[in-house]
């Protein structure tokens, strides 16, 4: 098995969103906002590869909304799905599976595309499965008022019409996924039934971590996103997680980190800290 990172275009967010209640001077040590108090985020996907199947994670914002919404974003196009894979010898149609952490737009949204004509959405990858679960696809289907912005549905519905879906059934917080080719944990503090796929490759366990921790600032507890829907469980699922992460010497990808690819913990006499930081070159020899 070998994972590669594909790099979907970077972007700006609020830092006080992405920090909640954490104040800005401590925040902006590792994290540092322009004179819009926006900050650094990127949109990086990971590539699975393994036999004749190729499985990518997430697939950032994609490029079918108007330029006036990825103005609000500050979207940076330097990098794309299509230059990504094609850099790494593949292209859309060499996909077979594509599995969805969550459905929020910064992570769904190059699932779908506008026909040629721009008339219709269809997706993006056409002969690949979609993957998801089905609390987390009502969720998003039925959305509060509080994540509806997120959960945009030219990125969703066309997915079920597409009859490209697929469900992974949760059974246990943590469970090795008989469609996937990695174990997932299931947490419920950023959006309900987000997954975590935990990935070994080799003697190594690469976690990818989504929005459970969006860059590696936000590796202390109190540093939780003003986006989660549940804050206190968030706590919790992330100090469980980096307590075991640290002791078992899990290599963390961040997604939305545009300076830390991946990432080791240690636990300190102030609780879980950053370790060591590694690009995916450092530990993986091809």
Not at 27 to 33: E, F, G, V, Y
Not at 71 to 85: P, Q, V
């Amino acid at each position: 098995m070998k994972i590669h990172p594909v790099e979907a275009g970077n972007f700006k967010l609020d830092g006080g969103a992405m920090f909640g209640v954490v104040p800005k001077s401590l925040w902006q040590r590792t994290n540092p906002a322009d004179a819009n108090n926006m900050i650094d985020m990127a949109a990086r996907c990971l590539l699975i590869e393994n036999g004749d199947r190729l499985t990518l994670i997430d697939t950032g914002m994609g490029d079918k909304q108007s330029e006036k919404f990825f103005g609000y974003y500050y979207m940076d196009h330097k990098f794309n799905l299509d230059s990504s894979l094609k850099s790494l010898g593949f292209s859309r149609d060499d996909i077979t599976d594509v599995f969805l952490t969550h459905l929020h737009f910064d992570h769904c949204g190059g699932v779908i595309q506008q026909s040629s004509k721009g008339d219709f959405y269809e997706p993006a990858f056409a002969k690949a499965n979609f993957y998801t679960n089905s609390s987390h696809w009502k969720w998003a289907t039925e959305p509060n008022d509080r994540e509806k912005a997120s959960f945009l549905s030219e990125n969703i519905l066309p997915i079920q019409e597409s009859g490209q879906l697929k469900y992974i059934e949760q059974s246990s917080t943590f469970e090795t996924a008989l469609e996937m080719d990695f174990d997932i944990l299931f947490v419920d503090g950023h959006t309900e039934k987000m997954m975590i796929p935990h990935i070994k490759v080799g003697d190594k366990t690469f976690v990818y971590m989504a929005d459970l921790l969006p860059t590696a600032g936000h590796v202390p507890l109190p540093y939780v996103m003003g986006y989660d829907t549940r804050p206190l469980l968030t706590l919790d699922e992330k100090q469980k997680f980096l307590e075991k992460a640290a002791r078992e010497n899990y290599y963390l990808i961040l997604e939305h980190d545009p300076h830390h690819e991946i990432i080791t913990v240690k636990q300190t006499d102030r609780g879980v800290r950053h370790d060591q930081t590694y690009t995916f070159k450092d530990l993986l020899n091809y």
